[in-house]
């Protein structure tokens, strides 16, 4: 079963500081990694897309890994900011068809001051 | 328009009412898909729609919830005879490529409907 795991559930960090979140996901064939932030009562907004070949990409202060072979990825996020309160999820597209998207619960993020 | 746009943003109904979302992708954007978000978790996928074809609808949880999509633009999700379990947030998104594959894949904000 195609499924995407993320942890932790949710996390509290000063401003200033940096923070990891983890995704390990199950999905096969694979097509591509996506990381959102999910501003309550928003959207989700992309803040990286990773294709098999790609094993790092950053986004300003967002920095995402992929490792395919152990399909694994992370979100470093450098000197938090307030704003960077979110919850952060991962998405994973399958290839073929129309790459339907595999969504985590995502990793709620507090910055406090 | 910018992006897409939904509306209602909020909704409250009665048990047993039925309501209906809208939601108004970017303008020439091919796909369109829905999702239902419940609280603290990442959105499931309900339908997906390519122009006006509905060529997934594998997601929806039952024979009350239907979408369409006539003239491949605007498309409706409603719900007929509401329950509680279907308090969530229902996300709309677009894509200008077939399908999810895109790096054009923008979300709405969503609507919120509470069934009390």
């Known amino acids: 079963k195609n499924q995407v795991e993320q942890s932790p559930q949710s996390l509290i960090i000063l401003e200033g500081k940096n923070c990891t979140l983890q995704?390990?996901?199950?999905?096969?064939?694979?097509?591509?990694l996506r990381w959102y932030k999910q501003d309550t009562g928003r959207g989700p907004v992309s803040l990286t897309i990773m294709t098999f070949s790609e094993n790092t990409k950053s986004n300003g202060r967002y920095t995402a890994t992929l490792d395919a072979d152990t399909k694994q990825s992370s979100l470093h996020i450098t000197a938090s900011q307030l704003s960077d309160s979110a919850s952060y999820i991962c998405?994973?597209?399958?290839?073929?068809?129309?790459?339907?998207?595999?969504f985590g619960a995502g990793t709620r993020l507090a910055v406090h001051p | 328009g910018a992006g897409v746009s939904q509306s209602p943003r909020y909704k409250v109904a009665k048990r047993g009412q039925d309501v209906a979302l809208r939601c108004d992708p970017i303008s020439g954007h091919v796909s369109l898909f829905w999702y239902q978000q419940a609280l603290g978790q990442g959105p499931e996928f309900l339908t997906y729609?390519?122009?006006?074809?509905?060529?997934?609808k594998s997601g929806l949880p039952s024979d009350r919830f239907f979408a369409e999509r006539p003239e491949g633009s605007v498309s409706t999700l409603k719900i007929q005879r509401t329950q509680q379990e279907d308090s969530a947030v229902y996300l709309c998104?677009?894509?200008?490529?077939?399908?999810?594959?895109?790096?054009?894949?923008?979300f709405g904000s969503g609507t919120r409907l509470t069934v009390v």
């Open positions: 998104a677009s894509s200008r490529s077939r399908g999810a594959r895109g790096y054009g894949y923008t």
């Open positions: 995704c390990n996901y199950t999905v096969s064939p694979f097509s591509n």
């Open positions: 729609f390519q122009n006006e074809a509905q060529l997934d």
């Open positions: 998405v994973v597209s399958a290839s073929g068809g129309y790459n339907k998207l595999i």
